[in-house]
């Protein structure tokens, strides 16, 4: 009786126990965000008494000098042109980074570490920083925007790669590894049928994200539509300003039109 009766009581307690620890964990979680709000400033009542300043900025938008539009089709074909060479090295870079960071394929856990540190810095430098750098080193306009999304591009496919690779079946990759395969055909095998279509997704994705983060570039003169917004807003040319928006809402539309129906015949 005395057995059962414990039992009962631990079994009692057990929920309590589950309800407290589930209270502390959400009372840390609100104590993060309440100390990060206290850490960013955040306040409604600043955002309420910007709201005429915001509201003039809008009202001086408007209407958008619609006539610019001719001219920034080139600036607009430049950052398309930034945003597939900046994906295209990036995929370059990012394969065989990719391949050396999965712990299931690479050939030894210095090269896994190594390739994943690398990995790390790439992703953890952000384009604008890139963009920086190599603006410094070869001067304004295109190029170091293309080399910018390309290093930290890399970073992130290459995480995603590894990520991918290391969730193939290990069955088909044990079965090749069983009839004497060496590790290249493994990997043509065994891991390229079955991350194919993720891969190409990944970079669709990125491609993507690179042609918004192209018009970002223009702010530290990389090139593109961007350096024609961060121009316009300088000379405070507002009605300029709506247009290039305008611009680059259209091309960010039909980009992710295009690559959700490429998405769909790959998968």
């Known amino acids: 009786m005395g057995s ?4 009962g009581e631990i079994k009692k307690a057990e929920p309590r126990l589950l309800t407290f ?79 050396l960071a999965a712990a299931n394929i690479a050939p030894h856990p210095a090269v896994y570490n190594a390739a994943r540190a690398i990995l790390n810095a790439l992703r953890a430098i952000s384009e604008i920083v890139f963009g920086l750098i190599f603006v410094a080193a070869v001067g304004l306009g295109p190029f170091p925007g293309v080399m910018a999304l390309a290093f930290h591009s890399a970073g992130m496919l290459g995480k995603f790669y590894a990520e991918a690779i290391e969730n193939v079946d290990p069955g088909t990759i044990e079965a090749l590894e069983a009839t004497g395969a060496h590790k290249l055909q493994v990997i043509v095998y065994g891991v390229v049928p079955q991350v194919l279509p993720e891969f190409i997704s990944l970079n669709l994705y990125r491609w993507e994200h690179n042609i918004r983060a192209a018009t970002v570039l223009g702010l530290v003169g990389a090139g593109g539509i961007g350096f024609e917004l961060i121009t316009s ?8 300003t709506t247009s290039i928006l305008l611009m680059i809402l259209i091309t960010v539309t039909l980009a992710d039109t295009l690559s959700a129906r490429l998405r769909k015949k790959v998968i």
Not at 4 to 7: G, I, K, L, R, T
């Open 233 to 240: 807003m300088r000379l405070f040319k507002y009605p300029d």
């Open 4 to 7: 059962s009766a414990s039992s």
């Open 21 to 99: 620890q589930r209270a502390l964990i959400l009372a840390f979680v609100f104590g993060v965000y309440f100390w990060s709000a206290h850490g960013t400033n955040l306040s409604a009542g600043e955002l309420i008494r910007g709201y005429p300043y915001m509201m003039d900025f809008f009202q001086r938008l408007w209407p958008p000098n619609l006539s610019l539009i001719p001219q920034l089709v080139r600036p607009t074909v430049e950052t398309l042109q930034i945003a597939l060479w900046g994906t295209t090295l990036a995929i370059i870079i990012s394969i065989p980074l990719g391949l």
